[in-house]
């Protein structure tokens, strides 16, 4: 009987930080730019999350440590995090922040023009949504996930080497 390589779940750990944020991240521009859904503030909180996400699997490329993937996976961690909480705007269940609202009046200038010149994009509505779960629903969903199979690979991993 062959042992398993214990370096694949580590293998394996590092691809799932990798595909998560860019699918993640393809699937918010596509939405955007194919389907005309812009994002709301909370939106790109979501992204940025996923953005650090990526950049740190790539990281976990260059210099293949543990410590980088993890990093990486708290980073999808937050993103499904950030995107639990906008959900939950979106359904009802609690306020949202202000920054949905004040963020072009904070800046100074007119605020007629402001709010004549700004399009609207509301934190509280989701513009889309599947089976009755908005995108953001879906970040939570899928970024929970892969952070909790990430772990659970970098654990396994560990517990075979």
């Not at 989701?126 to 952070?147: E, V």
């Amino acid at each position: 009987m062959t042992r398993p390589n214990s370096d694949e779940p580590f293998r394996a750990a590092r691809w799932l930080a990798l595909l998560t944020p860019a699918a993640l991240l393809a699937g918010a521009y596509i939405s955007q730019y194919g389907f005309g859904l812009p994002p709301c503030e909370m939106c790109w909180w979501q992204r940025y999350a996923h953005f650090v996400a990526l950049l740190l699997a790539l990281l976990a490329f260059a210099l293949p440590k543990r410590a980088v993937v993890a990093l990486a996976a708290a980073a999808i961690a937050a993103a499904g995090l950030i995107g639990g909480f906008h959900a939950g705007v979106e359904y009802g269940w609690w306020q949202g922040v202000t920054a949905c609202t004040a963020g072009t009046f904070a800046k100074g200038g007119d605020p007629l023009a402001a709010i004549l010149a700004a399009p609207v994009i509301r934190c509280d509505v989701a513009p889309w949504s599947l089976f009755g779960i908005s995108l953001a629903g879906w970040n939570f969903l899928f970024s929970g996930a892969a952070a909790l199979a990430i772990a659970f690979l970098l654990a396994r991993g560990r517990k075979s080497a």
